[in-house]
């Protein structure tokens, strides 16, 4: 099984930023197409609102604002350094973890063919859904990330684990990322 995690520390700079390139953009676009077709639309009512329309305001409201913003937080740059881990939102640094605060990295469920995965979670104490920070192998140049990231995670032997089938196993190395359309599924 091959693992990522072997290129030279010569070819690596202190602090590199990997981007979601035109992913986070057209995330952005199409937040700002739906926040508009969703005001359209609470405006138009808002004209002929009755006590009973309440509830509707009040249950589409905060989905359209989640629908808006999950995209553009989900989809931040990675940036990594040897202190740790982080995100930054159109440059403004965000949600940074040392490397000694991570605890584990989740992987995605394991593909059959290649025994590649989608997502790693470095997570942060036990906090399975938002602790630490999670990278999806659909950012651009994901090949050095995925090794930088190894390469820290061998220093400080941080436990790796993935999803086979429907058991967690451990590994003992960072999985290569999933690549090309099946990134996406």
């Known amino acids: 099984m091959e693992f990522f995690g072997s290129t030279p520390p010569s070819?690596?700079?202190?602090?590199?930023?990997?981007?979601?390139?035109?992913?986070?953009?057209?995330?952005?676009?199409?937040?700002?197409?739906?926040?508009a077709m969703a005001a359209y639309a609470f405006f138009k009512a808002a004209m002929?609102?009755?006590?009973?329309?309440?509830?509707?305001?009040?249950?589409?409201?905060?989905?359209?604002i989640a629908s808006v913003t999950f995209p553009m937080f989900a989809y931040q740059d990675v940036?990594?350094?040897?202190?740790g881990i982080g995100r930054s939102f159109f440059g403004v640094p965000n949600g940074f973890v040392s490397w000694d605060q991570i605890t584990?990295?989740?992987?995605?469920?394991?593909?059959?063919?290649d025994r590649s995965v989608s997502s790693y979670h470095l997570r942060v104490g036990t906090r399975a859904l938002f602790g630490g920070v999670r990278v999806m192998t659909m950012i651009d140049d994901v090949d050095t990330l995925v090794a930088r990231i190894g390469r820290e995670v061998l220093k400080r032997t941080i436990p790796v684990t993935a999803w086979d089938v429907n058991t967690v196993v451990v590994l003992d190395r960072l999985p290569p990322p999933t690549k090309g359309r099946a990134a996406w599924y």
Do not use: Q
């Open 11 to 35: 070819s690596i700079s202190e602090t590199a930023t990997f981007r979601y390139g035109k992913l986070l953009w057209l995330a952005s676009v199409l937040s700002v197409a739906l926040l």
């Open 48 to 64: 002929v609102f009755t006590s009973g329309d309440l509830i509707y305001f009040l249950v589409g409201i905060p989905f359209v």
């Open 104 to 113: 584990s990295v989740r992987c995605g469920v394991l593909s059959a063919g």
């Open 79 to 83: 940036v990594v350094s040897s202190e």
